[in-house]
């Protein structure tokens, strides 16, 4: 089945799988979070040990976005979002069924594998269900799973531990996965695949370069940057990898990096335009806990409170966004977002501290507006930029900035605090609005553009 010979209803049903798809890959990148103690208790292992279940999924999902992006335009995105289905719901049950902390951070290694596809393809299917007129909605609808997902994880996480226990975390997948994939399997449209070889070489050195940078951050953040040689060997050898990987991308036939897109200039700046933001909603997200709680002395549960408004106010503004980028320019919309981020951010570093929480709230309410407004026109340029054929590496692409701009700005905020441990907690919020205000500057560059 091809694009063209969906009706209403498998148009429906498709966009359903996708989204389904999306929440569960999200969902279970940080649902465990909250049980880590609880699991460690039963599977007797250290704490430090345990982070792995978080940390393991996590980074297989990095080094695979890259390699099946290709692997989606070579084969078809409806194969490897069914492929990597399947294998995220034998890694669910591997999971649900783990006696040993080492059997579950290798099942998590198994479904971190799987989640990889379905947010991969997401996107590249988005496009491909999406009559092009009404791109940026199926684009905004991907805004909202992603935001839904990670604000509703916690809640979901403590609601299962209720009633039953943290192995459900996992099992839950099974049936739901079993529900998406059969929906899938009939209504997803297959696109045309392209004749191209797979850089073998360029993925090892891409998910060579991934995983020492991840793994040097965490070790820095980890020790809280004291003198350790392994996060600055890591870190160098991540560095080496990296140029290599570039040396060999510019020589190669068909290479893991889309340079042909970044050779488009509304591409390029889209990514960059994403890295600085992911950057500055993650030094804040990261920093806020720390300054709500120690600075302006909020009880736990009132700083959860607090900073509910963000990732739900994206959830609402996604759609309206979408709405709004078939009527305006994109380029417009996503500046003014980039710009309401930091001026809110700003506003909260330059709230005094006997503050009220209303106050508080408001701004972190305008921070989420921001970001709500900024995100689907800036995905929706990304992702058409360039022919349809070439949906899979920009969604690829999509799921890199998130990921580059989301480890740089963990790595800055824990910087920040270790370097100022008196002020630190509010300097990085300062630093994030600076953040922001360098993404609006970026982003004004594609005025000069039509929307494409």
């Known amino acids: 089945m091809t694009d063209t010979d969906l009706t209403v209803s498998d148009r429906h049903w498709a966009v359903f799988a996708i989204l389904m798809g999306t929440f569960l890959s999200n969902l279970d990148a940080a649902i465990a979070n909250i049980a880590l103690p609880i699991i460690s208790r039963e599977l007797v292992s250290s704490s430090s040990e345990s982070i792995w279940i978080v940390n393991a999924y996590q980074l297989v999902l990095a080094i695979t976005i890259l390699p099946l992006a290709a692997a989606g335009e070579a084969i078809g995105y409806k ?7 399947f294998v995220f719901i034998v890694g669910s049950f591997a999971c649900f069924e783990a006696d040993s902390m080492k059997h579950l951070i290798f099942a998590r290694i198994i479904q971190g594998l799987g989640g990889g596809g379905l947010a991969t ?41 209720e009633f039953s226990n943290w192995r459900w975390f996992f099992g839950i997948n099974i049936p739901l996965g079993i529900i998406v994939g059969v929906i899938a399997y009939f209504t997803l449209p297959q696109n045309k695949a392209t004749k191209r070889t797979f850089d073998l070489l360029g993925m090892i050195y891409s998910s060579s370069s991934i995983s020492l940078f991840i793994l040097a951050v965490g070790n820095f953040t980890a020790t ?26 510019k020589k190669c036939e068909n290479p893991l990096i889309p340079l042909d897109l970044f050779r488009l200039q509304i591409f390029s700046i889209s990514v960059s335009t994403s890295i600085y933001a992911y950057c500055a909603q993650t030094v804040a997200y990261v920093s806020l806990p720390f300054l709500l709680g120690n600075q302006y002395h909020r009880s736990p549960a009132v700083v ?27 380029g417009i919309l996503c500046s003014i ?22 106050e508080i709230a408001l701004c972190l309410t305008l921070c989420g507006v921001g970001f709500g407004f900024f995100q689907t026109p800036n995905n929706f340029l990304l992702l058409t930029a360039g022919p349809r054929e070439r949906g899979g590496a920009a969604s690829g692409m999509m799921s890199m900035s998130r990921l580059i701009g989301t480890t740089l700005g963990a790595a800055m905020a824990i910087l920040f ?3 100022f441990p008196e002020n630190g907690f509010l300097l990085t919020i300062l ?9 609006f500057m970026n982003s004004l560059k594609r005025l000069k553009f039509s929307a494409q």
């Open 417 to 419: 605090i270790n370097l």
């Open 79 to 85: 194969k490897i979002f069914l492929m990597g289905l």
């Open 121 to 161: 393809m997401g996107p590249a299917l988005i496009r491909f269900v999406f009559p092009a007129k009404l791109a940026s909605r199926g684009i905004s609808l991907l805004g909202l799973i992603v935001a839904v997902s990670s604000s509703a994880g916690p809640s979901i996480a403590s609601l299962i531990l």
């Open 304 to 330: 959860g409170l607090l900073m509910t408004p963000w990732p739900l106010i994206i959830a609402f503004i996604a759609p309206i966004a979408g709405r709004l980028n078939e009527k305006l320019n994109p």
């Open 337 to 358: 977002g980039m710009a309401i981020l930091s001026l809110a951010l700003l506003t909260m570093y330059l709230l005094p501290l006997n503050s009220s929480n209303i």
């Open 224 to 249: 809280n940057f004291s003198d350790n040689a392994t996060p600055s060997i890591e870190l160098i050898f991540g560095l080496l990898m990296f140029i290599l990987l570039l040396r060999h991308e």
């Open 431 to 439: 630093f994030a609005s600076i953040v922001a205000a360098a993404g």
